[in-house]
């Protein structure tokens, strides 16, 4: 079975078919090192705090193997930090054979198979009471946890053959599709989850009940079903606090969607099972609902890094343009379900915009939530900081770090696709590709320094002549996108696939071109917390300016229109980033001693050039606390004239 974190081979209605990560080779290059290094030091720290926080031995604790009580954790869901890390050691282990890991994965699955009830039921937090099951659907996170026990199963499946867990999580879904049905229990999970698992699991084993049972919590949803009974008021205060139904995203039918609202990650994790649910039975309202929601967010919702979600209180979706910098929420959760749902949505039809989305939230807001070394995380992502905040080694709700771990070892399987018409490229990075089109084995490399340069060059070898396109995602932040073949140079347009169809021989040189001007970008004017401010994005890369780097205080820096940027490539700096230096002007606070407003028509404070520097916003927060922020006023309004004085 190829290793794809979802494999729409047989899925009747999807466009595109992914190259499965075992027939992708990241060869150096930015990635390198990410899906590497980094990713293995991830897995490794990850696994000394699932045991250090007690994780592992409620799985032992349930099964008899200790008598000594786990801690008493925060968190029902504690059991799903477990199967996103061995989904990640799932997709580690099938580009990297090695023992020391595949041992402690067998030891970790022995413990969660023995704590399996006889019935199939795997929930620790429950185990032996069976009283308590299904009672509290809105917020017990029974369903959640079972979703990602199928994901992990499966990955472990497809990459290294295990069984035992695979069988344990068949053997709970089974129960799931028993107990939810039109016959039985009429109630959806609080986290959406399951849905995307169980269509995941039907594609595995061919089995219908499961995508059945999908489709039954994503019809029953928008029912309102999760308001927790009158007399018990904590919940109920709960749900209230949250935001109610819309919160759960159980306020209207799916179908009917138009506006993204509710708890981010279980708002974008529904959306990828209802796009897989579309892929499998080519319902084209269930695709119009998600075109509907996608819009919504990318026009209105989604900050300039591809994070999602702007409020604290609920890690929710805010109102249309309420995106706040410092007190941005942007869950690293909600943009790895963003560039989840992106992923399923670029299968379903074949677009480059959900490509572009997917590469803005990786390389900025997703990156961000891990430290360069592997071993601390951001839970939120905010775009601005008056210092005292950095990542942290593990969180007492601790869905992040597994969470990327498991994204950045399957990434290599979301660089091409295939389709009848031929091989597509996704994402940009220094790798080797091999690939069956028409039963012609076909190997595509790619060599770039991206994302610090904007070429590309790209070798097709075919074992005998064929015919057949190259798609080429023409990136929607380039302005002036070339492509030359044999010494002819296309110009393509941004944010589509250019395609190349040819009979092609040997080995062929594909050279792309994807000038990387240094771009200032503004927000809509609803945006207020922007007004007046701009952004600087370099390729797919949105910058910052930290503290650290320079003299004064970036909160005071502004910018004038026709600034000139001095790009340079440090390879000393941050495992090796591309920096922006440039002349400022910077506001004298002094001035405003014992003030905190001032008249407008008074005469400006004394402001001075300087020169300051800005990084990479994923990469900020590596070098201890620091002051940062990504959005930096325009001078214009700091040049307006004292008033002139009477003459009397």
Request: proline fraction near 5%.
């Amino acid at each position: 079975m190829p290793v794809n974190v979802v494999n729409v081979s047989r899925s009747p209605h999807a466009c595109l078919r992914p190259v499965p990560i075992d027939n992708v080779d990241i060869v150096g290059g930015f990635w390198g090192r990410w899906v590497g290094e980094t990713a293995r030091e991830a897995i490794w720290h990850q696994y000394r705090m699932l045991e250090e926080s007690d994780r592992l031995k409620r799985f032992r604790w349930a099964a008899g193997r200790t008598s000594e009580r786990p801690l008493r954790s925060l968190f029902v869901f504690d059991d799903s930090d477990v199967y996103k890390w061995l989904e990640a050691c799932g997709y580690y282990l099938a580009k990297r054979k090695e023992d020391e890991l595949k041992g402690v994965v067998e030891s970790v699955i022995d413990d969660i198979v023995a704590a399996q009830e006889e019935d199939g039921y795997l929930f620790t937090e429950h185990h032996g009471a069976p009283e308590r099951r299904w009672q509290n659907l809105t917020f017990d996170h029974e369903l959640y946890c079972a979703g990602h026990l199928i994901q992990g199963a499966i990955a472990l499946h497809r990459s290294v053959g295990e069984e035992k867990l695979f069988w344990a999580a068949v053997k709970f879904a089974n129960l799931i599709a028993e107990t939810f049905n039109p016959d039985g229990i009429r109630g959806v999970c609080g986290h959406p989850e399951i849905e995307m698992a169980l269509i995941e699991l039907y594609r595995e084993t061919g089995e219908k009940r499961y995508l059945e049972t999908a489709e039954f919590f994503i019809n029953e949803r928008g029912r309102d079903s999760l308001r927790p009974p009158p007399e018990d008021r904590l919940s109920n205060a709960l749900y209230r606090i949250f935001g109610g139904a819309s919160y759960f995203v159980d306020h209207a039918p799916v179908r009917e969607l138009s506006e993204i609202v509710g708890h981010a990650v279980r708002a974008l994790y529904l959306n990828c099972g209802v796009t897989d649910l579309y892929m499998e039975t080519g319902e084209r309202s269930l695709l119009d609902a998600m075109e509907r929601l996608w819009r919504n967010f990318v026009e209105r919702k989604m900050y300039i890094t591809g994070a999602a979600g702007s409020r604290y209180v609920s890690e929710a979706f805010g109102d249309d343009y309420e995106l706040p910098n410092e007190r941005a929420y942007a869950e690293t959760c909600a943009s790895i379900a963003s560039f989840m749902w992106n992923w399923r949505m670029l299968l379903a039809m074949g677009e480059a915009r959900f490509a572009d989305i997917m590469e803005l939230a990786l390389y900025n807001s997703i990156l961000s939530g891990i430290s360069l070394d592997g071993t601390r995380y951001f839970y939120m992502n905010p775009l601005a900081s008056s210092g005292g905040y950095s990542r942290s080694p593990w969180f007492p709700c601790a869905c992040c770090p597994p969470n990327i771990a498991r994204l950045l070892t399957s990434l290599p399987g979301y660089f091409y696709s295939t389709s009848e018409r031929g091989l597509w490229v996704h994402l940009y990075g220094s790798s080797k590709a091999t690939v069956n089109l028409d039963g012609v084995g076909v190997v595509f490399r790619q060599e770039t320094d991206y994302p610090w340069r904007g070429e590309v060059k790209m070798t097709v070898e075919c074992e005998e002549p064929a015919t057949f396109s190259l798609l080429l995602r023409v990136p929607g932040w380039c302005d002036e996108p070339r492509v030359n073949v044999d010494g002819r140079v296309y110009r393509p347009r941004p944010s589509t696939y250019f395609e190349l169809r040819r009979k092609w021989r040997g080995r062929t040189t594909v050279k792309a071109s994807f000038p990387m001007k240094v771009r200032k970008i503004a927000s809509h004017p609803y945006v207020r917390n922007n007004v007046g401010h701009v952004a600087l994005a370099r390729g797919p890369t949105v910058y910052c300016l930290e503290s650290v780097d320079n003299r004064v205080d970036p909160r005071l820096v502004a910018l004038e229109r026709g600034t000139v940027f001095r790009e340079r490539f440090r390879r000393e700096l941050l495992g090796g980033v591309a920096t922006l230096s440039f002349d400022a002007w910077v506001a004298d606070s002094a001035g405003w001693s014992g003030r905190l407003y001032r008249s407008v028509e008074a005469p400006m404070l004394g402001r001075r050039k300087t020169r300051v520097n800005a990084i990479p916003y994923y990469a900020w927060a590596n070098r201890g606390d620091s002051v940062m922020t990504v959005w930096l006023p325009l001078i214009d309004y700091w040049k307006r004239a004292p008033p002139k004085k009477s003459g009397r």
